[in-house]
């Protein structure tokens, strides 16, 4: 009897202990997509914010590099394919092309009449613009690692996750109310852009906004309770209203 209740005590432990590395999994990613939402609303302008954005998603890769072979792995085809092709797509563009075939491409009319000028045989990118073609490309190591990581995590867990998105978005709302209420005179994180009577909430561009809340209330309205209450039903409609406004 003493020798079962070790081993079922054992077993016991055991399940407990994976079950909370297997959460513990999950605050890394949680926290990620906070200081994304709350960081990286200014884009390309606010260089030091998306640089904490990105070495942040960098961290969190080297900490779960088997996560993210195993996306590489298991994750299917279509969806490893497009991953691939997003990445690809930008950095292609930053590959030297030799003269002629460089100043081929649509938009370098200008390029070839300054190298017949100065008689230069430079090799050129595909990218008219290769500084914000990097920034496009960094600007994917945050959702291609929170897509390889998120892949490991439980159902239970990306529900969790999902209703982080929801509450950045009731977040986003109630930083936003001020500033509808003020004209824009209150509350904004990026005065640059003032637009009197619109909700920025965390963002520069009211779009991101737009777009940010449509997720959330999405999620909102699909997502399975995070935690079984009788009231969660109302909460949910309260929390849809919300994101309405």
């Not at 432990?13 to 990613?29: C, I, Y």
């Not at 914010?49 to 195993?70: D, E, G, H, P, T």
């Not at 892949?151 to 929801?166: D, F, H």
């Amino acid at each position: 009897m003493s020798a079962a209740n070790s081993i079922s005590g054992a077993g016991k432990s055991a399940h407990k202990r994976a079950k909370t590395q297997t959460s513990l999994a999950l605050w890394p990613v949680a926290l990620i997509v906070i200081i994304a939402v709350v960081n990286g609303g200014g884009g390309v302008r606010y260089g030091l914010a998306n640089l904490l954005v990105q070495l942040s998603a960098i961290i969190l890769l080297a900490f779960n590099r088997a996560a993210f072979f195993k996306f590489w792995r298991e994750a299917p085809i279509p969806l490893r394919a497009l991953v691939a092709a997003s990445l690809a797509l930008p950095a292609i563009h930053l590959v030297p092309l030799p003269t002629e075939l460089s100043i081929s491409l649509p938009g370098r009319e200008t390029v070839r009449q300054s190298l017949d000028l100065i008689g230069s045989e430079r090799w050129f990118p595909a990218s008219v613009d290769p500084a914000r073609t990097l920034v496009a490309l960094t600007g994917l190591i945050l959702p291609v690692t929170l897509l390889a990581v998120g892949w490991s995590l439980s159902t239970e867990q990306r529900v969790k996750l999902g209703w982080v998105l929801v509450g950045l978005g009731m977040l986003n709302v109630m930083v936003g109310i001020p500033q509808m209420l003020s004209s824009g005179q209150t509350g904004l994180m990026y005065p640059e852009n003032p637009m009197p009577g619109v909700l920025f909430g965390t963002f520069a561009n009211r779009n991101s906004t737009g777009l940010f809340l449509v997720a959330a209330l999405t999620l909102a309205a699909l997502l399975p309770p995070f935690r079984a209450h009788k009231a969660f039903p109302i909460l949910r409609i309260g929390i849809c209203v919300l994101l309405l406004l």
